[in-house]
């Protein structure tokens, strides 16, 4: 019996003991096509730069707390990522994963406008069926009731919009653009409900992760959810732990719809798994309030800016840049959902292919033209995890899609050095999950 306590007890997993690009070994040597650890392995699972980073900054210096020292690897990582970042995003402060980073996203915010005088602003508007981490500051932003529920009584007061999902709340004879104004324009009137004075931040995923199914916004959305937030003074946080470093095409995501948030959280690719690091990025006006302030953040983690963790992220965004590979997921996640239109694009149960980059979901329906969800007793997304693995396949399919209890979706987030033919190969084993369970 394992001592392990795993996030499924009634689960027998293999055991992970080797890694080939974009594969897992077991101990019983079956090799898995990795395109669902939750966008964690861009650069799949040997990468020789980055596992040389990680020993060399062993041997030198393991940790050192950052109440006392800085370190030369956080130093150099800070500075590429500002090198690249949008906007006037110019500090960063690291974490140890994408929960961290939006919880000190949230107190950061608060704590600015402490700073400048503005004590009243307390308010997170985030949007329905997002996902923003486990903690609970983080879980109380996360619009996912399903994730939410047992928690309830013990999360923060806030306050959720519609998300911006196109294939499911989009109304008949509307076009996309009239819709995004639509629900972006949603944020404005909560905004004047709670009270503008009272509003702190509103933060969003670029692309829905886990609990959509990689659902981007309609162009222009986010333009307009920026317009609301300079007017009211509201910060805006994006969320790119999931969609962020090259995962959509952009070494930021929101890069693509021509927009900079005040704060941005990044985790899962920064690290791309060789080591467990996030980070949260503000403006030099936000820093500034607090480094002419009080001088001090009220928030911090025994392993922030940890050496190891850092020297391995920026072995990963060299990598990341050097190669140009997040234009390179663009390229090849337009072939993966060509791919995927091809064999499941007429699938009777396939309701939607959507995504962006290498970062694409499937939603499955009981009734294609209605687009009706499966009965979620029938725990559609489960079974075809365990179909899957047994074909080859670690994919990323989940429930509750559409309100945290209907809806089924697959997630696919495959590494970037992913060739055609290990595309054929994740398209014909997925087919064949599917197949097997509806």
């Known amino acids: 019996m394992s001592h392990v306590f795993p996030r499924h007890t009634k689960s027998d997993l293999p055991i992970a003991a080797g890694g080939d690009g974009c594969y897992l070994i077991d101990t019983q040597g079956r090799r898995y096509l990795d395109c669902g650890d939750a966008a964690v392995s861009c650069l799949g699972h040997s990468n020789p730069a980055v596992i040389r980073a990680v020993q060399e900054q062993v041997e030198k210096i393991a940790f050192a707390h950052t109440g006392f020292m800085t370190s030369e690897p956080a130093e150099a990582l800070a500075d590429l990522l500002v090198e690249h970042a949008p906007g006037d995003l110019n500090s ?24 400048i005088g503005q004590p009243e602003r307390r308010h997170v508007i985030a949007r329905r069926q997002s996902y923003h981490g486990n903690t609970l500051g983080a879980l109380s932003a996360g619009g996912n009731a399903w994730r ?53 931040a509103f933060m969003a995923e670029p692309v829905v992760g886990a609990t959509l199914g990689a659902v981007p916004a309609v162009e222009g959305y986010f333009k307009r959810i920026r317009e609301i937030c300079d007017q009211y003074g509201v910060l805006l946080i994006l969320d790119e732990v999931m969609c962020g470093m090259g995962r959509t095409g952009h070494l930021f995501a929101c890069d693509h719809d021509r927009v900079a948030p005040d704060i941005l959280c990044i985790a899962k690719g920064l690290g791309a798994g060789y080591q467990p690091i996030g980070a949260m990025m503000c403006t030099g006006r936000i820093y500034d309030a607090i480094r002419d302030g009080s001088g001090f953040f009220q928030h911090g983690h025994t392993y922030i800016g940890h050496p190891v963790a850092t020297a391995a992220a920026l072995a990963v965004i060299r990598e990341l840049t050097g190669r140009d590979l997040p ?30 980059g290498l970062f694409r979901g499937i939603e499955l329906v009981a009734d294609r033209d209605s687009k009706t969800p499966f009965d979620p ?18 994919c990323y399919p989940m429930s509750g899609t559409r309100d945290g209890r209907m809806g089924d979706h697959i997630l696919l987030a495959p590494p970037f050095i992913i060739e055609e033919a290990q595309i054929d190969e994740l398209v014909g084993k997925l087919s064949k999950a599917i197949s097997a369970v509806i």
């Open 92 to 115: 960063v402060y690291f974490v140890s994963g994408g929960s961290e980073a939006t919880e000190a996203a949230i107190k950061l915010a608060r704590q600015y406008y402490l700073e």
């Open 148 to 200: 939410r529920a047992q928690f309830a009584p013990m999360l923060i007061d806030m306050t959720h919009i519609a998300p911006c999902y196109e294939y499911a709340e989009k109304s008949e004879g509307e076009s996309s653009h009239d819709y995004g104004q639509r629900v972006a324009n949603e944020l404005e009137a909560e905004i004047l409900r709670l009270g503008p004075e009272t509003v702190m």
């Open 327 to 356: 234009a390179r997921a663009g390229v090849m996640g337009e072939k993966l959902q060509s791919a995927l239109e091809a064999a499941l694009g007429q699938h009777p149960n396939v309701g939607d292919v959507r995504g962006r």
């Open 377 to 394: 007793a029938l725990g559609v997304a489960g079974k075809i995890k365990k179909a899957a693995l047994a074909e080859g396949l670690i």
